[in-house]
């Protein structure tokens, strides 16, 4: 097999007791380890993981990985203040990821983001190494649009300038929609130049998630729903989750469907979405809010009918896989979005799973949510066209695992 015993280096910024480590790092890592690879994973891990519970949970993960002969390390993620605190993480990765090359005679880094990036490219001018970018946002871009940079100031400038020689040294390349590459690949650095590169949207383990009828009446129960039509929200709210304009939403969807239900799958303070749902007049009894655990997440999805999810618009959004919009629809769940949000717009469609709003305002959340009711007369076959769209095009090993088998073979077996 073309990827047998081939080393790499993997570095994630995410810690990998995360979620987004847990869901969108460890399953491919894993996978790509059955096909022969021979992972060594660096990653930064949060404050928690230096308490006395996340000592524990490290050392068990560390355990588990190894069963899948993935050496893992681990390095303290430093945050504040944030210039020096990131110049710091990338100078104690460098270090310690040079004893990990020689050690385990890496062949390829793969960097997830920017970040990691960084490492690569400095670890790439000192060891004859293959390195694949993974992309994961356009970094410099998206302090931007979140308006904490000037376009055109010091650290905008700085980052863009950084980002030019990681493309310009990159073996391969990552994006994760089909969206932004034409404009990625234009860039200076990439410009007149060949390199792999694939498309790897945030794909979704179907075997985890996925619709359980047993748990939608378990929990339908618990949460007494009864018959009542249950919109979901999954993830953090506030920064780029437009938290307001969705639950601007729901109001103009009550107006539709009385018995309709808000529930809340967040690990924010319960007091923000109180405060938020009750400054428009909405009662305790229609929305739920719950801090759920990552195993527990596709039950509750399982017991919804609908999913949502508002982004900030703005350009850097063109580069964004929405990995909540991925599970709801690996759980049978249609969806409602923004318009820009990386290939959500041709998603909604060309694949008719869900609906797209391109104003935030009442008349168009009124016209969706007047459409939609159509759409979710038959709520079965609503949802199993959700879930062949999720196996045909986020399915971590159909899709996912492939794609990346694909990038490290090319990559790898370059001159």
């Known amino acids: 097999m073309a990827l047998k015993d081939r080393r790499v280096l993997f570095i994630s910024y995410n810690g990998m007791l995360d979620p987004l480590g847990q869901s969108q790092v460890i399953p491919y ?3 790509l380890s059955r096909e022969g690879v021979r992972f060594t994973l660096l990653s930064f891990e949060r404050a928690d993981a230096y308490s006395q519970e996340g000592i524990a949970r490290c050392e068990s993960l560390r355990q588990q990985l190894a069963a899948h002969d993935i050496d893992w390390h681990w390095l303290r993620y430093h945050q504040r203040p944030s210039l020096p605190a990131t110049v710091y993480d990338v100078a104690a990765g460098v270090n310690y990821a040079r004893k990990l090359i020689r050690r385990n005679r890496i062949e390829m880094v793969h960097a997830r983001s920017h970040i990691p990036a960084t490492i690569a490219l400095c670890l790439k001018k000192l060891f004859p190494l293959k390195m694949i970018f993974d992309v994961r946002g356009l970094m410099a871009e998206e302090y931007v649009d979140a308006e904490h940079w000037r376009e055109g100031g010091l650290p905008f400038r700085l980052t863009k300038r950084a980002e030019r020689s990681m493309l310009r040294a ?71 989750y437009m938290t307001d304009k969705m639950a601007d939403f729901f ?26 749902m009750s400054e428009r007049g909405l009662s305790a009894s229609q929305y739920t809010v719950l801090r759920a655990a990552s195993a527990d997440v596709p039950s509750y999805l399982s017991a919804s009918d609908a999913g949502i999810a508002f982004y900030k618009p703005g350009f850097s959004k063109l580069a964004t896989s929405p990995v909540k919009v991925t599970e ?8 409602v979005i923004n318009a820009g949000v990386g ?12 609906a797209m709003v391109r104003d935030f305002n009442a008349e168009e959340y009124a016209r969706v949510a007047e459409g939609w009711m159509h759409v979710m007369e038959d709520k079965e076959g609503a949802r199993q066209h959700a879930r062949e769209v999720a196996r045909r095009l986020f399915d971590l090993r159909g899709v996912g695992l492939e794609r990346y088998a694909r990038l490290y073979e090319e990559v790898l077996e370059s001159d």
């Open 251 to 276: 109001v103009e969807l009550l107006k539709r469907r009385t018995d309709a239900h808000f529930l809340w799958l967040t690990p924010a303070r319960r007091e923000l979405i109180d405060d938020l």
């Open 170 to 240: 990159t073996d391969g390349v990552v994006t994760l929609t089909e969206r932004i590459w034409p404009i990625i690949k234009k860039w200076e650095g990439l410009r007149d130049r060949h390199v792999a590169h694939q498309v790897i949207p945030c794909c979704a383990n179907l075997e985890v998630f996925k619709f359980d009828a047993e748990a939608r009446a378990r929990r339908r129960e618990e949460l007494n729903l009864c018959d009542r039509f249950t919109l979901v929200y999954s993830g953090s709210i506030g920064g780029w």
């Open 29 to 31: 890592l894993r996978e």
């Open 328 to 335: 709801y629809l690996a759980c049978g769940l249609p969806f």
């Open 343 to 354: 290939d959500s717009d041709e998603l909604v469609t060309r694949e008719r799973v869900g």
